[in-house]
């Protein structure tokens, strides 16, 4: 080790699979070069403590972000709008996220496409897109626009095989796209995940065994669990290979419900489906032309209707312990490592251990608030970024 070499020690170091006591990390420019015991640490290193009872963690990864800073991603599909949306994100521990386009035109979507290829290794916050329609059930629109909910022409398929985004993820509902779609896309490599869809169990059955593995916001705009049709619920919670985002912040899902669903087998992700108002200064924003208002937690249209939230991921990792009780271990590997595995970064992001990136995140355990924050090994809260 020489100096190009730095090290942040803590009293505690979750790497993503185990709490270490006394522990450093050390960066090597971008990457993690090792964690060890700080007694380990050779002198020549150049070192910061962090205050006495700071958990250091992974980054988090966010797979469902629609707008923050004052920005929604459909109004401002842009370089400069995605690059709001990830700073204000950033302060609350998001190291990196998937800028989010719910339902819309083809021009929008290709516009999203280009900005996003534009940041793909330059802004390391941005890892690819999620596309949240517009191939989703009518019946369970949420606030999508019934306007833009449709099934999907060959021109969209070759659109999706050729964008050059990074990671993709698309959300579909299943029973609205022709056999072989699923399979096709997901064997480029695009993450398909199950939502606003009124699939039975055997359709979503169907669709995992064609390459399905996500299901977004769980629970939420699908079909509901019952005794004679388990529908898409059940098909995710009992398999292992399978991945759910919840959105925990007591207004989207009962907390009961999400306890359930994490006796499953299937890995959870905490996501946020964050709104302008995240990290902005006001508390309404446009969507489709109508006014959403955020109050108490709660982004809704004025019929009721919700419209993603107002969550942060650390407020998302909060909520993870004190509403549904689990240890902040596994809340912390719902917010990176979950995410990261189910997007196929695994290898290099979501945990702290050698040749991962350095995306770490700085917790106070008690409030789990994120004071300190590393992006590619850099300090991002230190230069206090907007
Ligand atoms: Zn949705």
Not at 251 to 259: F, K, Q, Y
Request: charged share 20%; aromatic share 6%.
């Amino acid at each position: 080790m020489n100096g190009t070499h730095q090290a942040l020690i803590a009293d505690f170091v979750f790497d993503g699979k185990s709490v270490r006591r006394g522990a450093a990390v050390v960066m090597e420019g971008p990457r993690i070069a090792g964690v060890l015991p700080a007694s380990e640490l050779p002198n020549s290193i150049s070192t910061r403590r962090l205050p006495d009872g700071t958990w250091l963690a992974p980054g988090f990864i966010d797979v469902q972000v629609n707008g923050g800073g004052d920005v929604l991603f459909n109004d401002e599909p842009t370089v400069d709008g995605i690059r709001t949306i990830a700073a204000a994100h950033r302060r609350f521990g998001t190291t990196s996220l998937l800028p989010t386009l719910i339902s819309d035109t083809p021009e929008k979507t290709n516009a999203a496409l280009s900005a996003v290829s534009a940041l793909i290794g330059k802004d390391p916050s941005i890892l690819g897109i999620h596309l949240e329609g517009p191939y989703l059930s009518p019946e369970k629109p949420g606030v999508h626009s019934l306007q833009y909910i449709r099934e999907p022409t060959s021109d969209d398929e070759q659109v999706l095989l050729r964008a050059t985004s990074g990671v993709k993820v698309l959300t579909l509902a299943p029973e609205r796209v022709p056999k072989g779609f699923i399979g096709r896309l997901a064997n480029a490599g695009v993450r398909i995940s199950l939502g606003h869809s009124l699939a039975t169990y055997g359709e979503a059955k169907a669709a995992m065994s064609e390459g399905l593995t996500g299901f977004t916001h769980l629970f939420n705009a699908m079909r509901p669990l019952a005794s004679r049709e388990p529908g898409p619920i059940a098909a995710a919670i009992e398999s292992p290979t399978a991945w759910f985002g919840m959105i925990v912040d007591g207004v989207h899902v009962d907390p009961a419900m999400l306890r359930l669903a994490l006796r499953g087998e299937a890995g959870a992700m905490v996501v946020t489906d964050a709104m302008p108002p995240v990290g902005g200064k006001s508390a309404s924003f446009r969507l489709y032309g109508q006014e959403i208002k955020c109050e108490g937690g709660r982004c809704a249209r004025s019929d009721g209707a919700l419209a993603g939230s107002s969550l942060d991921m650390a407020g998302a990792v909060r909520n993870c312990v004190r509403l549904l009780g689990v240890p902040l271990e596994s809340a912390l590997r719902f917010a990176s490592e979950h995410p990261a595995r189910f997007l196929g970064v695994g290898h290099w992001l979501g945990r702290l251990a050698p040749g991962c990136r350095a995306d770490i995140v700085a917790i106070d355990p008690e409030t789990i608030e994120v004071f300190g924050v590393w992006i590619a090994g850099h300090d991002h809260l230190a230069e206090n970024e907007p």
